[in-house]
């Protein structure tokens, strides 16, 4: 059962516009969601996180924003660069339970 | 420079043979996790530790062994009960605290010759 779902598994972007990668969870007990780039043959790198008394959180290009009731979060990168081509991962852990729940990635490439 | 180094980054493996990946971090996190990565798939927990000499089996751990006797390091064995070990393996670390994200190391490919 995938708690976790990330349903694009790619996404083409122009250079310096928006990209806007998805997630969606199904456990309610989900509190704490993050995001991951990740390089080829790399380990992921953290971007950012959010609990979830929060429903936006931002860091320079990067902001997610979540919506409890729809069970959803989005990571937007504005305005995307090159260097932003990687796959990208969301995770979440409930309170309590540290471990983290991936999902599966979105492939993310911004065309020149 | 703190971090997790996992060595070596590819590793090959006959049939039939244990294998150990070793797994260190000097960031003094109290928290070490094993994940395993197959193509098109998210990373799944195989092994987690909050704290030396304890350790928790994760979602996958079967034909999986792990020790964790110093903060600093956490190495997993695959052992040959391991129907299918082929796969990039992926160590992290964190703070055992609420809202504390994981930091991973670069990963160890291990194949089956």
């Known amino acids: 059962d995938q708690q976790v779902k990330q349903n694009s598994p790619s996404l083409s972007v122009q250079e310096g516009r928006i990209s806007i990668l998805n997630c969606d969870y199904t456990n309610s007990m989900f509190d704490y969601f993050l995001w991951y780039k990740k390089y080829p043959a790399e380990g992921p790198t953290f971007l950012i996180s959010?609990?979830?008394?929060?429903d936006k959180n931002e860091d320079g290009r990067f902001t997610v924003f979540l919506n409890k009731s729809a069970k959803h979060l989005s990571l937007h990168i504005v305005p995307s660069q090159p260097g932003d081509s990687a796959v990208y991962f969301c995770?979440?852990?409930?309170?309590?339970?540290?471990?983290?729940?991936f999902g599966t990635g979105t492939r993310l490439t911004i065309i020149p | 420079d703190g971090g997790i180094t996992q060595s070596p980054k590819y590793l090959f493996r006959k049939e039939g043979q244990n294998v150990t990946l070793s797994c260190e971090q000097n960031l003094n996190h109290d928290a070490m996790y094993w994940y395993r990565q197959d193509p098109g798939q998210g990373l799944r927990l195989i092994y987690y530790?909050?704290?030396?000499?304890?350790?928790q089996k994760g979602d996958i751990a079967e034909g999986y062994s792990v020790s964790r006797e110093k903060k600093e390091s956490f190495p997993l064995t695959v052992t040959s009960a391991q129907k299918n070990p082929t796969a990039f393996y992926l160590c992290?670390?964190?703070?055992?605290?609420?809202?504390?994200?994981?930091?991973f190391g670069d990963g160890t490919r291990l194949s089956i010759l």
């Open positions: 992290a670390s964190s703070i055992w605290a609420s809202n504390q994200p994981q930091h």
């Open positions: 959010i609990s979830s008394i929060k």
């Open positions: 995770a979440a852990s409930a309170y309590g339970n540290e471990k983290l729940t």
């Open positions: 530790s909050q704290i030396v000499n304890d350790f």
